[in-house]
């Protein structure tokens, strides 16, 4: 290897890439390739990127088995930070392999690390998990230190663990601090503004407020009756009955809630419910079926008594009822908080990550950027959707050792 792709090399693993494309910007032999994909998927051009490393796997010659592995890797991240979720698990896993076989443990830990995160993305947290738990990170560099306690505190968000989830990127913070790469530090920081940004709102005898991940999580472990509206349940400390799949039933249980201890009128049910907007008989003999459907639902957790004027909520063990709901609800509020993260994703992605359909999804996006609250460019499978405030500078695309060499 000569010694301009050596300082290239060096330059991305210090998070330099200009550096790097003022080593290697104008040769095209396969390590320069790879290296110019990386520095332009670092600087943002992830179509460029994702060219420019498709074409170095196809130069290396059929003894570089450990560079093409390295390839595959790098397109693999690519296509995570463009939200493109749906790329061949198998190749990356056979790269995984190779590069096991090999020695090059360090990047191995790297796709490994890539599959946690697709995984982490798409909600499949027991499966995240379990793949994470095979890797030791004491072994790892700070760059790929900091890659896996980031995954970590992901997923401990999700499952409301809030201080493993500080404690996760303490440890992630001291590894990037280490590696001296400020775009790691950056997204550090950036991970960290979620555990103190309003995660929900408390809806509670009239009255509403915003709350932290950790009073989330003190809510959830409490004795309080809660209504959850970001996850379609209805739970107190010890049980937890899905609504998911029953939006009229979710919806009785959410307006009982938010009035308890009062009762709800009969017509208030009907508009909450049915979206009627006049109550007539047949709505009301459809509103007794459906509250008798709930009371079948929710009998360990409460009862539903009729009153004068409509229905009253009475829980068995708990002594305070509330609905914890998302900060902002507005139409496609689910599909937002995805694009929140400030990285640009494919309609197919958010399909996936939501459970919805791509038709349903991309009626959702034509929606909110007709209201201009998203937006895209590309054309057709490479169409991309983010929030327009969100910035190009990609800080994950930060491979864990120097590509080219074996």
């Not at 006049?278 to 009862?303: F, I, K, N, P, Q």
Request: glycine share 6%; aromatic share 4%; charged share 25%.
């Amino acid at each position: 290897m000569d010694s301009l792709i050596t300082a290239a090399a060096r330059a991305l693993a210090a998070g330099d890439p200009l550096g790097a494309l003022n080593r290697v910007a104008l040769r095209d032999d396969a390590p320069a390739l790879a290296l110019r994909g990386i520095a332009m998927a670092q600087l943002g051009d992830l179509v460029r990127a994702k060219a420019l490393v498709r074409s170095a796997a196809r130069a290396f010659g059929p003894k570089e088995a450990v560079a093409r592995a390295r390839c595959v890797v790098a397109e693999a991240e690519i296509a995570l930070v463009s939200r493109d979720l749906g790329w061949p698990a198998k190749a990356l896993d056979a790269a995984r392999a190779t590069l096991e076989a090999h020695g090059d443990r360090v990047n191995a830990a790297h796709a490994r690390h890539l599959e946690v995160r697709r995984l982490l993305l798409i909600g499949r947290l027991d499966e995240a998990e379990r793949t994470l738990s095979e890797l030791v990170p004491v072994l790892f560099p700070p760059a790929s230190r900091v890659a896996h306690e980031l995954v970590v505190a992901g997923i401990a968000m999700r499952r409301l663990q809030t201080k493993t989830a500080h404690a996760a990127l303490a440890r992630a913070g001291r590894a990037a601090r280490h590696a001296g790469i400020p775009a790691l530090t950056a997204e550090v920081e950036s991970a960290s503004l979620a555990l103190n940004t309003p995660a929900a709102r408390l809806i509670a005898r009239g009255e509403e407020r915003l709350l932290l991940l950790e009073e989330v999580e003190a809510l959830l472990a409490s004795r309080a009756l809660v209504v959850d509206a970001c996850r379609y349940v209805v739970r107190d400390a010890g049980t937890v009955v899905s609504l998911s799949t029953r939006p009229v039933l979710f919806a009785l249980a959410r307006a009982l809630a938010e009035a308890w201890p009062a009762d709800v009128p009969r017509d208030t049910l009907v508009a909450r419910a049915f979206r009627a907007k006049l109550a007539d008989e047949s709505h009301r003999a459809r509103l007794r079926v459906e509250v008798g459907r709930l009371r079948t639902m929710l009998r360990t957790l409460a009862g539903v008594s009729a009153t004068k004027r409509g229905f009253v909520l009475v829980p068995r063990h708990a002594r305070e009822v509330v609905v914890l709901a998302r900060p902002v609800e507005e139409a496609h509020a689910a599909v937002l908080a995805f694009l929140a993260d400030g990285e640009s994703w494919a309609s197919s992605a958010l399909a996936l990550a939501l459970g919805a359909s791509q038709r349903t999804m991309q009626r959702a996006l034509d929606s909110l950027a007709a209201a201009g609250k998203v937006q895209s460019f590309g054309r057709g499978r490479a169409r991309r959707w983010m929030t327009p405030s969100a910035s190009g500078f990609t800080t994950t695309l930060l491979l864990s050792a120097p590509l080219p060499t074996d």
